[in-house]
């Protein structure tokens, strides 16, 4: 499978199969494809994961295309403003990301709920109790929110994050939640009660404008009802 993703910030990303190859994405994604896609809709294995799935934000069911015969083409769209990561998953490379995070991969990859081993980052942390995990081995696509920034962190090495615009991290890394100190600076600073803290070591990925900032400003902006 050859790849190319255009188009920020609306961003798209093509694929060209060869024959007998398979794509896996969730519902809506797909904007265009050659004739000889062959579609089937699948729970994706036993009805925990597709419960599991459904907890992380995704559809209970996964849409398959696999080039039917001869080399074949498909595109997926992402659905908010922002970019496209091509990420390698493989043994000892499982990457946890926000919810909504997964656009499409190949067929190997495994898209499963990840579940925060500490209540505080969970309830408080921005991202949910409920993370995604994708681990197995291929290529995954996963939208992020605006721009994206990069850091890897070293063992034990740490970076604090508002609350929402943790995109997605290496699996190595861990999260808690710190809150902020002084009653003024919660009051009146206008960023939370809580931050969330990311702990090395690990690649990381940041978004800069997170869907609930977006629509929080849109809000702000819109005429009040009378």
């Keep these: 499978m ?25 519902k809506g994604s797909m904007v265009w494809m050659s004739p000889n896609m062959e579609m089937q809709t699948s729970a994706g294995g036993s009805l925990g994961k597709a419960f599991g799935r459904m907890f992380s934000g995704e559809s209970m069911f996964q849409n398959l295309y696999t080039a039917k015969g001869a080399p074949g083409m498909i595109a997926f769209a992402s659905s908010f403003p922002g970019t496209i990561r091509a990420v390698e998953i493989g043994p000892g490379k499982s990457i946890v990301a926000q919810k909504s995070a997964f ?9 499963s709920v990840f579940f925060q081993k500490k209540l505080g980052a969970g309830f408080f942390g921005g991202e949910g109790f409920i993370m995604q995990k994708l681990s197995g081995r291929g290529i995954a696509f996963l939208e992020i929110d605006g721009s994206a920034v990069e ?76």
């Design 2 to 26: 050859n790849y190319e993703i255009k188009g920020e910030p609306m961003p798209v990303v093509i694929c060209d199969l060869n024959a007998g190859e398979t794509m896996i994405t969730e």
């Design 103 to 111: 656009l499409a991969s190949e067929q190997g990859v495994e898209l």
């Design 151 to 226: 850091y890897d962190l070293a063992p034990g090495q740490q970076l604090i994050v508002d609350t929402g615009n943790l995109a997605m991290m290496d699996e190595t890394c861990s999260i808690d939640i710190q809150s902020v100190k002084g009653v003024k600076n919660v009051l009146f600073g206008g960023e939370g009660m809580f931050n969330t803290v990311v702990t090395g070591p690990g690649h990381v990925v940041l978004q800069t404008m997170p869907l609930s900032a977006f629509a929080g400003s849109i809000a702000s902006v819109l005429p009040s009802k009378s």
